[in-house]
RNA sequence: GGGUGUGUAGCUCAGGUGGUUAGAGCGCUACGUUGACAUCGUAGAGGUCACAAGUUCGAGUCUUGUCAUACCCACCA
């Protein structure tokens, strides 16, 4: 029995772990069906559910559910991130609380913390997504840094770095002083900022007055200056190249070279070069052997190379412009908009700095993962993606992966008491490689460095199927079917799932990568936290129901593109649920049996004939729709079924039947009812799982409905459509005219039809339907003419013919029109004086001329319709 | 500087290969408690599909340009 009221937050859970419980998500394992893997983009063990996850899930678990409904061996592998910064991050700031640094601790120890406290938090996201629905096989659950996984990171750095892809190097790098770490490319977010060009001068060695005027954003790394540049085409400066200049305060002697990094046309045409904190001038540096002068310390202030030392950059800035004033060799200071790197998780300023680090060799790696994109072997969907996938990896930087962290995984590197390094698995291995190099045992020193957290994430696909054992789940899933995820996150771990699964498994790691956008704001505005316009998706799944939720991210979700958050939508979907719901009870009160079963093709009556055509065709747009990845289209079609043609059209057009007399119209109607109830649970099943379990639970269905098996090529027998249709086209009109017309609304009305086939035999079976749901007294076939207290309704296959005598009382009808007309007349000569002013139209606000034409037009029309009834009346007072 | 989107009803958005009268939800107006449902029903108002030119028998859809707007990448002494 189902409830009044349909309260999803009383049964949802309990659905959930009763399908938990039953292993209904786990996959069959069956070697003969087709095997269907979704890998999740593993959730951040420190986060909480938010929209963009609600959204990436919800996508999942639709494919997921369809295809295990289409019979497939289905596996959603589910797991977690151990998300290196972020989470120490988190941890380091609890620990603030109690005044506790993790220096205070050690590294051991804040590893224990932070290991127990994923303990105590770690579950909340896996929590928060058995309240989506997601149909994840939890037994598989994996985490980045869970014994096999960390195995596998392990094994892939050997490997990689005895085929010569991983390697240690002394390189510029972006350092973040917060965390005191080096960085990738991908963590550095540029910002726009107003900041100031600094414009001085650097006396020439041995010509007393002479100088080099140069410009620059940072003076306080001119300590680092190892030279100042000159383009050769340079005509004004280019005598200058080959002489010495000073850096003052320290008076120290750097040469003037010719490169043509400096630009003649930008600032003074001389660019001071500070090799050891500047990209660029790192590479001017390498061209001319020039030496690397470090100015900074690892927090960003200044070190003992610089008079400043212990100053932070800010300080040590004015401190440099006071001291080149009071030498009198400041030439000016300009505005001047620039672009900032900060670190996207510290938010500190991202500082190139020179130091030892590892890298993967991505460009050497990209060249396959490029080709099997290019070969269609891969697919993008949007497609167009590809072209930012193809346009990153085309020109890709080599990937530093070590961080100066405590959290992540420790990389499997010992050094001998000379430095070399031995890279094995484990430690005992380094040792024995140690002992067979060196011909006797020695003391090893492990990296401290820990690795990217990408760079165990890039494993995902294969890892948590069991690599590098040998797993039936790996000869079974990979390579697996799809990979969802947002758009943003291409580079990160996209790009880099394509380079490490190609070289671990020589295949490649998913067929599809389907890439949907942002959820943001009801106003399309960024959410974040700072803005205050976030919305829980949780809030949203207690006030609405799951299901409200899901199937508001797939009715939203089209080809990828950006999605904004609104209630009221959500609530229009609830409303949707709602409406099911109440259907489903109008079919337990009409006493329906939905075990019995019952061969839909031998229904006899149209509008049981139309609704099966109809329900088969949804079935078919929605397979066709998901096959292809589009969300909204699905959901709409159901929606539409659903709402349009099941509840507002078949259960009033069978209203009739099952009130009525005839036994076996009335038996095959409801048996017909219980196949489209039962129908449409099982489509809608992928979108909204918990009520149409719910449902057919309570309809006292034994089977599950999510094993229940999706219904393909199925013959649709059109011929009932057209009948029907006619028939909603003919009460549409009918209630149209009623209203325009003004009829009291309980009026019966008598109706004949004059029309030829085929809307005469539609007439036959349908005349009691038609007469229901358009409240009229009889339809009848007249082959006279019309009398004069007619009105005609066309339709497209015939005209009906609606007598009006005795229904309203034509004299007072038409004294009332014609009042009211008198009225709109009246108003309207005065819309018309007032915009005929040329005064008010120019002098006005724009909105209220615009208000004023609206209300002209909105009369005037009401006016015509007046009129057109006035004159039907009138005709039939004749 | 290079690239990718977006611009359709008051609001938020749908409109694969060009084809009757351009759709939905919310909001709005009028009416309505008819034996599933007011978390509802019936009817209705509301659009120069950003602008301009072009291709075509036919353009919201294709081409070119313009304007507006969002994002990505790179660089900026």
Redesign the pocket.
Known sequence: MLDK???PKDWEENIYKNWEAAGYFKPSMDKSKEPFCIVIPPANVTGVLHMGHALDYTLQDILTRYNRMQGKNVLWQPGTDHAGIATQMVVERNLAKQGVSRHDLGREKFIETVWKWREESGGTICRQLRRLGSSCDWSRERFTMDEGLSRAVRKIFVNMYKDGLIYKAKKLVNWDSKFMTAVS??EV??K?AMGK??YYRYPIEGEEGNFVH?????PETMFGDTAV?ISKDNEKLKHLIGKNCIVPIINKVIPIIADE????????????ITPAH???DFEVGKRHNLPLVNVLNPDATLNENTPFAGMSTMQAREATIAKLTELGLMDKIED????IPYGDRSGVVIEPMMTDQWFVDAPKLAVEAIKKVENGEVQFLPK??E??YF??MR?IQPWCISRQLWWGHQMPIWYGPDEYIFCEENEDEAKSAAKEFYGHEVELRRETDVLDTWFSSGLWAFSTLGWPDKSEFLDTFYPTSVLVTGF?II?FWVARMMMMSLYAMKKIPFKTVYLHGLV?D???H?MSKSKGNTVNPIEMIDKYGADALRFFMAA?E??G????M?E??I??Y??F???LW??A??GE??QIDFGADFDENKAQGQVNRWIVAKAKKTTKEVS??LNNF?F??AA?AV?QFV?GDF??WY??MS?PIL?GENEIEKAETKAVFAWVLKRIMLILHPFMPFITTQIWNSLGMQDELMLQNWVRDEKIDTQAEEAVDWVIEV??KI??L???MNLP?GAKLKAYLQGASPAKDYLKDMDKIICSLA?LEFLQIREDEATQDMVQVVTSKGVILLALQGVMDFAAECERLTKEITALEHNLRSYEAKLNNPAFVEKAPEKVVAEER?RQ??AS?KKKKLEEALTIIEKCMK
Not at 214 to 218: E, P
Not at 262 to 271: H, Q, R, S
Request: aromatic residues 10%.
């Open positions: 009221n349909y309260n490319d991908l977010v540029q726009e060009m600094y140069i410009a620059t954003t940072r540049a990094h400096a630009d003649p046309e930008k600032g003074t045409g001389a660019v001071k500047d990209f660029n001047h908009p620039m672009v167009n993606y072209k930012t346009e990153w020109n943003d580079f943001r009801e106003h399309g960024k939203m089209t080809q593109r950006d999605i904004n609104s009221a939508r609530a229009g609830r409303n649920a709602t409406k109440n259907a009870r109008f009160m009409n066709r729709s589009r909204s289209d709409n929606y709402w509840c507002d259960i009033e209203k009130y009460v549409s209630r149209s009623r209203v325009e609304a409240r609206r037009r909105e029309d």
